[in-house]
């Protein structure tokens, strides 16, 4: 029986993958005026963020209104308490990409301290890991999304590697570099950030598609029984 | 367990050649409420009316299994109808007060099982009616007519009636359906509250109403029991796809 | 449209004019009747007996003749009519039999009057040796309006709300006490009213009671039930047409038939201000 709801969940899930377009764009944007020392695609980053914390306010109203409205049950319901949940992490994700923006804009002016490796390559695994999480809530694909929160610990190795580079090989033995290398660090620590919010987003669609709570419990994703 | 008050078995009925309950098995415990939803026609006030063997008035009906309240087959061939149904009381769809008074209405239980003693019946109607919510509204009139009250307060009389006989289980086919938002609302506050004193199975079609008040929720389709879970469990994450498409408004 | 209006008022035209041809039936019997009986009416014609070869006195005999064979007739057709009535419609599971014998029950309503009374010959005079008198003719006028009360109190039965029945077994009664308690209050209104409109129609039949029981000529009251009696109805008849000197007893027939006609008349009424008031206590 097709359901006048059906049409009101199509355009929450078509707005929510609207946001995380905009927040994925804002994740790129930002590594990329990094690696240029762009300070304007910095800006544009800073300012697009707006525009995103509107949206995500847009989407969580209509989620509200379908719950007054509609009483979902079941899948429906997990659907858009699902969905909610996603729409603030993927806020905070762009909110996150804001930040390196801030990152990118203080360190622009002064040279590069090392060329830059193994941050990209976070950064790629960060985008990806985004990507492939609200793939899992469209498609409701549950290995995607169990592939995602593995995929997280791949985000720390890399965070800490940076890390231990930028304060042992670095601040540690010079200190003035520390002006350079702490922003670094921070986009480092970001982009990780942005990694657990991904795997957030995977946790809640395995929820939402199993009604199986997987989130704090890893352990969980084991077993594949209901 | 002592938590369960009564135990459907293997329970079938048949009108005539009709097989309208199909092998059913469910466990109500003591003090929740238990509702009962499904489509039109899947036999949810068949199964409400055969706990209390009400069924028995329809001529060509038979059934099988068992239906245990308190550890004692309902249906054994030494158990008499009339006496369990004095234990079981019932609340029907529309509201059926009796063309006497309000207070008649109430007493009646208590007369036809033979009380004489004219004040232990205005007490027990006035405890009923206090149970029922009903009680502050009219007790200034209360040899006044029951045709005078309000659909929703009627309603609150019936429950007060069944009250009356001190049943332990309350039967309750689609309560509410006739009655407007407040009413509903009282009657459902009520339903909470007498759950502390009695078993409630509750039949309704208003599956916001079921997720509202029940405390289990039992599926019923076709005469067959689809689901009987906890009912948080059946309102967000049912079991079977059938149960989920019905709650859901898929179809039905 | 034009034509739609036409019809309409074609067909109200029509049924107003039955109405009207009706009214004018009832209207000229009435007055013919009142005009030529009322003269006779007075205190003496209705507490004497008839006198002179019938040519004079009054018809008390025959008020008080139909009185006790209307009497004999609701003893037997009240508790016989409404005990089968309930029983029908309270216990009777629904099955050929029963719906040929509810079959059978209007179709007695239907058999000729004088079939009830040559039948109540064979059974209350003869066979059960009654003798004519008031109680076979009572007894032949209750079977004819058996099928009438059986009927009318079904009906009053069935418009008892289904409810009460399940409301009261829900509370613990036996089928006996939900009935007892909860239909019949409720529906003996009813069944008095077709009852008494049965036993109007029995007071005024004749055919029945001419071979069962009445006299054309017992100047007196009836010593007892097994006595014959004179009755208003076999009187009009006799009056109008079998005495010797009609010309001369023709007012005297016409009183009879107001006396009749008010009576049946009184006893109609009874029945419509009882169904007012269980009109009343429906509603509250």
Redesign the interface.
């Known amino acids: 029986m097709k359901r006048h709801f059906d049409q009101e969940l199509k355009i929450l899930k078509t707005d929510l993958l609207k946001l995380a377009t905009m927040a994925e764009e804002s994740i790129h944007c930002s590594i990329e005026a990094l690696k240029a020392r762009d300070k304007v695609l910095a800006k544009k980053v800073i300012d697009t963020d707006c525009r995103i914390d509107e949206l995500e306010l847009i989407n969580e109203e209509r989620a509200i209104d379908l719950l007054a409205l509609r009483q979902p049950m079941a899948r429906d319901l997990r659907f858009i308490t699902t969905g909610m949940k996603i729409n603030s992490e993927l806020e905070r994700i762009a909110d996150l990409a804001e930040n390196i923006a801030q990152r990118v804009i203080e360190l622009a002016d002064e040279p590069l301290l090392k060329p830059l490796i193994d941050i990209p390559k976070l950064a790629e695994v960060a985008r990806k890991m985004v990507k492939q999480a609200i793939d899992s809530f469209v498609n409701q694909d549950e290995e995607l999304a169990k592939k995602v929160i593995l995929y997280d610990s791949e985000a720390d190795k890399l965070r800490n590697l940076v890390y231990n580079e930028l304060i042992h090989d670095y601040m540690v033995k010079d200190g003035t570099t520390a002006t350079r290398a702490v922003p670094l660090l921070l986009i480092a620590r970001h982009l990780e950030r942005i990694c657990d919010h991904a795997s957030y987003i995977a946790t809640d669609v395995i929820y939402m598609i199993k009604a199986k709570v997987v989130k704090h419990h890893p352990e969980r994703l084991k077993n594949n029984n209901h | 367990m002592e938590d369960i008050k009564i135990k459907v078995e293997d329970f079938s009925f048949y009108y005539g050649s009709v097989q309208a309950l199909k092998n059913i098995n469910i466990d109500v415990r003591r003090n929740r409420v238990l509702g009962i939803i499904g489509p039109s026609g899947c036999g949810k006030s068949t199964f409400l009316r055969s706990i209390?063997r009400?069924n028995e008035?329809i001529?060509g009906s038979r059934i099988e299994g068992r239906v245990i309240v308190d550890g004692k087959n309902i249906y054994d061939s030494n158990v008499d109808a009339?006496?369990i149904?004095?234990n079981i009381?019932?609340v029907?769809q529309?509201s059926?007060p009796?063309?006497k008074s309000i207070f008649d209405n109430v007493a009646?239980?208590l007369k036809?099982?033979g009380i004489r003693d004219k004040d232990y019946i205005s007490d027990k109607v006035e405890r009923s009616l206090k149970d029922a919510a009903l009680w502050k509204e009219i007790k200034d009139r209360l040899h006044?007519?029951a045709?005078?009250l309000s659909g929703g307060q009627q309603q609150r009389l019936?429950i007060a009636?069944?009250l009356a006989?001190e049943p332990e289980i309350l039967l309750m086919d689609e309560p509410a359906s006739a009655l407007d938002p407040t009413a509903t609302h009282k009657i459902e506050e009520l339903i909470e509250a007498l759950k502390q004193k009695y078993t409630i199975v509750i039949v309704t079609h208003n599956?916001?109403q079921a997720?509202r008040i029940s405390d289990f929720c039992a599926f019923f389709m076709l005469g067959e029991l689809i689901e009987y879970d906890l009912t948080n469990i059946v309102?967000?994450?049912?079991?079977k796809k059938i149960?989920?498409d019905y709650?859901?408004?898929?179809?039905g | 449209m034009r034509i739609k209006r036409f019809q309409e008022k074609l067909g109200f035209l029509f049924l107003s004019f039955c109405m009207v041809v009706i009214l004018l039936i009832l209207i000229t019997i009435f007055y013919d009747i009142i005009s030529k009986g009322s003269s006779k009416i007075s205190w003496e014609f209705l507490a004497a007996s008839p006198s002179n070869g019938m040519t004079e006195g009054g018809i008390f005999p025959a008020i008080v003749g139909t009185f006790l064979v209307t009497l004999i007739t609701a003893a037997l057709a009240i508790p016989l009519g409404m005990g089968c009535a309930i029983y029908l419609n309270e216990y009777a599971k629904d099955s050929k039999i029963t719906r040929l014998i509810r079959m059978s029950i209007r179709n007695l309503s239907g058999v000729p009057s004088i079939v009830y009374g040559l039948f109540g010959v064979v059974l209350f005079v003869q066979l059960m040796r009654l003798d004519t008198s008031i109680l076979s003719a009572g007894l032949t006028l209750g079977l004819m309006t058996l099928p009438w009360t059986i009927t009318a109190s079904e009906e009053a039965l069935k418009n008892v709300p289904n409810s009460y029945r399940q409301g009261a077994l829900a509370l613990g009664a036996t089928k006996w006490q939900s009935i007892k308690t909860n239909v019949l209050p409720y529906a003996v209104p009813g069944m008095l009213t077709g009852t008494i409109l049965g036993l109007s129609r029995a007071a005024g039949e004749t055919a029945p009671i001419l071979f069962t029981g009445a006299a054309f000529f017992l100047p007196f009251i009836p010593k007892s039930l097994f006595s014959q009696f004179m009755a208003l109805p076999y009187h009009l008849y006799i009056m109008a047409t079998q005495h010797h000197a009609i010309e001369k007893v023709r007012p005297i027939a016409y009183g009879t038939a107001l006396v009749l006609v008010v009576l049946i008349f009184l006893m109609n009424l009874s029945a419509i201000i009882i169904r007012y008031n269980l009109r009343k206590v429906k509603k509250g």
């Open positions: 209390n009400m008035v001529a009339v006496e149904r004095k009381g019932m029907f529309k059926n009796f063309p009646y239980g036809i099982n006044k007519s045709f005078e019936c009636r069944a006989v599956m916001q997720a309102f967000t994450k049912p079991s149960t989920e709650i859901t408004g898929r179809f």
